[in-house]
């Protein structure tokens, strides 16, 4: 009796140890950039591996509709911490320099923007200069119209027309001929072409990055309270992030599972490919490899945030110093993550 009595005793106490262990679990509300796709499992993958649970964060991941509504949710308090195309963040800062809650980079995970120009081979477009006077289509908000200007300069081109349509339109616009060429991230409007009956060897794809425009991608944002209130909520995520980062990136076919379990009807054989799609021209890019995971270089930050000011016609002009903090960054060791080539 008195074993059975002390058992239940400790079985109490084990309880009420891991609920108030869990308890203390700091919520982190999340807003992904986009829909639960294959590069989702950067986020998706720590959540279902419990890497931030190990760090005592209670993480929240939503879907999204935009770098631009995920810079918003941040600063209006109704997420902590976001995924958000750099650019965006720029044009929130100088669109916005009175705005109270301006959230900050506190991690880059796309070293190189996603954008590229897309068409078609028999369209005869080769090259850069092959899109004078040509057709161009893509939604209002997509980043890589947005910055084409900055394209566009450093590949002497000119002379475009543009298009507008939602983006499930894009790639059947382009299919049709309705439109020359599209801008897009290269993961998705590819993959988006082949669901169309485009062959992947058809299409011509001139990625921002190796063309002469070296603009960050998608960034981790945090919003000025929780730097303020709790800057260790910080380190604690991007080093439960970066955990995860290491298991995706070495087996990106097992990671797919996380976001399958969020979005039942994903194809895991088409967000595998384009998962490995995101990781191989934007992630471990020879950029990446070259500056680090998760960090970036203050001279090409500075030209993106002059870059961005004129591309964007902003109402102020970008102060690199106000959009970037890397002071939270884990230790050298914590973002080897990187596969080595």
Avoid: C
Avoid at 298 to 324: C, F, G, H, P
């Amino acid at each position: 009796m008195h074993q059975r009595s002390f058992l239940k005793a400790a079985a109490a106490a084990v309880t009420l140890a891991w609920g108030a262990a869990h308890a203390a679990d700091t919520p982190i509300k999340f807003q992904l950039d986009w829909r639960f796709e294959g590069p989702a499992a950067f986020f998706l993958q720590p959540v279902a591996k419990g890497y931030f649970k190990g760090q005592g964060l209670d993480v929240t991941v939503d879907a999204g509709n935009g770098s631009g509504g995920a810079v918003q949710r941040v600063a209006s308090g109704t997420y902590d911490m976001g995924f958000a195309d750099l650019a965006s963040v720029m044009e929130f800062h100088a669109n916005n320099p009175d705005a109270p809650n301006k959230p900050v980079a506190v991690m880059v995970v796309y070293n190189n923007t996603p954008s590229s120009v897309m068409a078609l081979k028999k369209s005869g477009i080769k090259t850069p200069a092959d899109l004078k006077g040509k057709k161009l289509g893509a939604p209002v908000f997509d980043a890589g119209r947005k910055a084409f200007p900055i394209f566009e300069k450093a590949n002497k081109v000119g002379n475009v027309a543009w298009t507008a349509m939602d983006p499930p339109l894009r790639e059947t616009m382009l299919v049709r001929g309705d439109v020359d060429a599209i801008t897009g991230f290269t993961f998705t409007s590819l993959l988006n072409l082949e669901a169309r009956g485009a062959k992947a060897q058809d299409v011509v794809v001139m990625p921002y990055a190796d063309f002469g425009v070296k603009l960050y991608g998608n960034v981790i944002i945090a919003s000025p309270k929780l730097i303020k209130e709790n800057p260790e909520a910080i380190k604690k995520f991007l080093a439960g992030f970066s955990q995860g980062a290491k298991d995706v990136m070495a087996h990106p076919a097992e990671a797919i599972q996380s976001v399958k379990a969020r979005d039942g009807i994903a194809n895991v054989a088409l967000e595998t490919r384009r998962l490995q799609l995101a990781i191989d021209t934007v992630v471990n890019s020879p950029d990446a490899r070259k500056e680090g995971f998760g960090r970036l270089d203050n001279s090409r930050l500075t030209l993106m945030a002059s870059q961005v000011s004129d591309a964007y016609a902003t109402k102020t002009r970008v102060k690199a110093e106000d959009v970037w903090n890397g002071s939270f960054l884990p230790s050298a060791a914590v973002l080897d993550v990187l596969p080595k080539k």
